[in-house]
């Protein structure tokens, strides 16, 4: 075999991996060209769903990243540390390394693809994004002849899961989240998924693919679905709407140079291709032009889709390695831009909303809101008063496109109102 | 620039095209060592879309397959001759080649990929099925490390878009494509089209990728829409499905060796992601191990996403000529394979079927057609009497998986039956 890898972590998707390399029949022949030379456990003795000989098994995985027998790292272990340190010493032993590591990628892009182009390695990462989808692959290249204006998505499973859930039951966030809890489609700590935390990590990383700059991952804007409840789920319904965690990247018109990248519930119209996408299911939509939209759509987590992934990566290796002079870099498959992208601050954005108010129910409120709007341009698609509610009137509002900063400071009005008892929710709105 | 680009065809793909790699700006850095040297076209004073100098032009398209100062050639001028012999004598001059010709590949993809791997030559296709959606690249370079079971699709945007307002209209078929001709969504000769034979160019390509085998297009099997009728949309949609013209390839279970290579109008359920593919959109599903399924959705034709797709071969091919050596093909960009594929014959296929027979409004006559059914160990899910017209009873009937020989006979002895009128229509069910 022509090429060893030292894979890091064997819990479901390094098993995955190494049930895909040592089966090969029916899949790429170049796939034969791969051997998993050393893997790297916590445990020796614990059972394992994958058969591997005992000898590639150790513990210490610093020997992984600089045996130099080994020719390409494969981290699948997650968590920052010792991910990100494994990953720099494998580069700095002149390895290529793989990695499904969104958090990794997502906080440590900078120096690890620094190092890397200065060590003459690709560090390819398709698992981190979109599970088995391909799209890092396709972002790099094929869509890049276009002008890409946005790359948008659901790159969250367990979001997705608890909000088509919610859907479909008509039940509230804490009750599916308990739920889906108990099923293992969402952590014990549900943080990072919950608050928009991975969503974030995912849209910095096709960001900066798509629009070839780095991203600080800081200046990511990030809003969870906490407090996404049953009611407006079921108001947006009404309007034409299902309610979905949308992780944005999109270039800012002319002549601002930034670029939005943000993750947030927004109401998505019914006919919009990502609408349809329900359960664990990822989809990622590419706009530009002269392509116009197309989306990838798959199974966005698990061990068999994150492992195809993961392999499709070394195939790919395995192949520019097999034909290609040592210390040239395939400039598709490596990442050369080491510059940042500007990032627009939110205040910026100019989208539509929707909120709800619930206020007292007497005449001249729906006056007091529209003044309010008003006197900060922001124009009104519709407005309508759904019912009462213990005596107070609920009313929901749609916007026509507006900069958030100008909504905000007209929320900030309505509040002072003393018609208005309260602002339950504030949704954007694709 | 580093590669120069002779380009035979200046109609609206290769205007596109040209517009690309005229306006470089935002777009991958690498399309700057593209320049267009050479255009074919048939007239050098008609006036065009996009400006090229007057000294690119030339209609002497033999003179730019043997140009010695061309690297690629770019065939988008349709119909098979004179561009498969144009294609043949570029490679044979040693030039790479990007075709968006379905029609050329499909029939002489074997003669084309021989001649291109004796002469160490890249064919790319990426534009000659689902338009702008990158599908080509992908089941080359990554869902190939899967075991790919199926890959099937709506692949024609003209019968989709024609199928898409017979659901939305209640119209039928004749009426609806007349109206598409006169819109410009059908050719003035809709036969390719309508009768499947575009859809079979493409699922052959697929398949011969996905299965990295060649597929002979006289063995692939192929029913237009021709015969759909209102009638049965109105009767699928009730039984919880759409109608569309699916392409579909298919692995079948083993011992078989052999693949299903096929076109026919289907009934999809509603829930599955294909029945939401509208208008004259594409989409290619492709399920694998361990992969499950993935969908790729987008314009499938036009001159903005077929030439995106274009150019995107084109930087590929750049990629590679800055960083390969000559002589060495990249496993994951030629087409190694150059056995066939053995197909499955339609008879032997397994599948659902549904059925509409308009019958004497007599006792006994279900009875019958469950006999014959049974006689030829047809099972049924379901038999549901639809109603009267002009005292004939209507009924329709869809059955379990069954191997379609068993299925057809079934329907001969229900043919012959005296209380059975007519079949007026047999479609598969997905």
Known sequence: MAFKIGLLGLGTVGAGTAQILRDPEQRHPLLRELEIYRVGVRSLTKARSVSLPQSCLTTDLAA??????IDIVVEVMGGLEPARTLILQAIGHGKHVV?????????YGDEIFTAANQAGVYVLLEAAVGGG?????????????????????IVNGTTNYILTRMQNEGADFAEVLADAQRLGYAEADPTADVDGL???????????LAFRGRIKLSEVYCEGIRQVSAADISYAEKLGFVIKLLAVAKRQEPPSEAIEVRVHPALVAKTHPLA?????????VVE?????????LGPGAGSGPTASAVVSD??????????????????????????YSPIAPIADLV????????????????GKLGTCFGDHRVSLESLVQIGLRDELAEIVVVTHDVREGNFRRALEDIRALESVASIPSVLRVL
């Not at 990695?99 to 906080?107: F, G, L, S």
């Not at 890092?136 to 998505?153: A, M």
């Not at 991975?198 to 900066?208: E, F, H, P, Y």
């Open 133 to 153: 989808i391909p799209v890092i692959q396709p972002l790099k290249q094929s869509l890049g002849v276009n002008r890409i204006h946005t790359v948008l998505g």
């Open 351 to 366: 989208t539509r909303f929707y909120a709800r108010f619930v206020t007292q129910d007497c005449p001249g409120v729906i």
């Open 314 to 339: 070394l195939l790919n290796l395995a192949a520019v390695l097999q034909t290609q002079p040592a210390q040239v870099l395939h400039p598709l498959l490596s990442c050369p831009h080491n510059h």
């Open 64 to 69: 992984i990243v600089t045996d130099p027998a």
């Open 198 to 208: 991975d969503a974030a990590d995912k849209i910095a990383i096709l960001a900066a």
């Open 288 to 296: 530009g032009e002269p392509l116009g939209q197309v989306m990838f």
């Open 99 to 107: 990695t499904a590591n969104k958090a990794v990628i997502a906080r």
């Open 276 to 284: 349809m996408v329900q359960g664990v299911n990822n989809a990622i």
